[in-house]
């Protein structure tokens, strides 16, 4: 198995083209509401995708995020019948819980050493602003417990191509001014700061005739911001689909609004909105989109 490796030369846009998929079935291991077609699952707030990729007759298998604890995650990939031994990679969208928590046991049922994608900043610690002061929300595991079961941490900020025809989009240009960071917060040197949650990632999957499908986890750096940086690193043309969670569930409306005018502008084909992507937001996506928007839940495939 080839790796192609990627490095961004002064205009931002990757060196080489991401060679192409023929085919991406995408699968929901975890996600905040369940399918009702799918019984038997169990639905968590929090996201997990289960990644298989098909190319000139091989299939590579890769893990988008953990989902918030072991359980969800386990039992619902033996309910779909998917191995998860298969999956030579994880990588980490960001540090929050509900996308980490099933980490440990992932590394535990598999018994193999699997490499961990993840900007560095996921491992600081993390902080959700309430009315009544903070709630712990970081990777509720040190680093040496995901060591000891396995885990090979490799720790990025720049794009980085794991398999072929995929690309972990590495630090989010920020540049939409409507797409705001709120309400987190980290340590820096002993102190509480701001989380402008700079680990927050996402993956790019080149499909063959389609264009690109880009997949989020939390899209905390913003969903247009994360379509522009898959744009500048690929020079991809088409973007076939945004899928995951678009994190607009306390945006104003005018915030969602401002949303779908860029997905039109841009010309997105399909929208797989879930987990923190917000009923409203969904509501609108759907007015807009048709049928090309489709909300998913636990249990949902699709093929691409
Ligand atoms: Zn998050
Ligand atoms: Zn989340």
Not at 70 to 82: E, G, I, S, T, V
Not at 193 to 216: C, H, N, P, W, Y
Request: proline share 5%.
């Amino acid at each position: 198995m080839s790796s192609a490796s990627y490095s961004q030369n002064p205009s931002g846009k990757v060196a080489g083209n991401l060679a192409p998929v023929d085919e991406m079935r995408l699968t929901v291991l975890v996600e905040d509401k369940v399918n009702p077609e799918k019984p038997g699952l169990i639905a968590k707030h929090g996201l997990s995708f289960f990644i298989e990729l098909k190319s000139s007759g091989q299939t590579w298998n890769l893990l988008l995020d953990t989902g918030p604890a072991a359980d969800p995650l386990l039992q619902n990939a033996r309910k779909l019948r998917l191995d998860l031994r298969k999956a030579s990679h994880v990588v980490l969208s960001h540090g929050h819980y509900d996308h980490t928590g099933g980490l440990l046991g992932f590394l535990n049922f598999v018994e193999t050493k699997v490499p961990i994608i993840l900007h560095p900043d996921a491992l600081k610690p993390k902080f959700l602003v309430k009315k009544r002061g903070l709630k712990k929300i970081g990777l509720p595991f040190r680093e040496m417990e995901l060591e000891e079961a396995g885990g090979v941490l490799a720790l990025r900020r720049d794009p980085f191509s794991p398999l072929p025809g995929v690309l972990v989009s590495g630090e989010i240009r920020r540049e939409v001014p409507f797409e705001v960071v709120k309400g987190f917060r980290t340590m820096e040197g002993g102190t509480l700061v701001k989380d402008e949650m700079l680990d927050d990632q996402a993956l790019f999957v080149s499909l063959r005739d389609k264009g690109l499908v880009v997949i989020t986890g939390c899209a905390h750096a913003g969903v247009v911001n994360t379509i522009r940086q898959a744009r500048r690193l690929t020079g991809a043309a088409r973007i076939h689909a945004v899928v995951g969670g678009f994190h607009l569930f306390n945006a104003s409306t005018r915030r969602i609004m401002a949303t779908v005018k860029e997905f039109q502008k841009i010309g997105v084909e399909h929208l797989m909105p879930c987990h923190c992507s917000g009923r409203r937001a969904v509501a609108r996506f759907v007015k807009v989109f048709g049928e090309r928007c489709q909300r998913l839940r636990t249990g949902d495939s699709v093929i691409f």
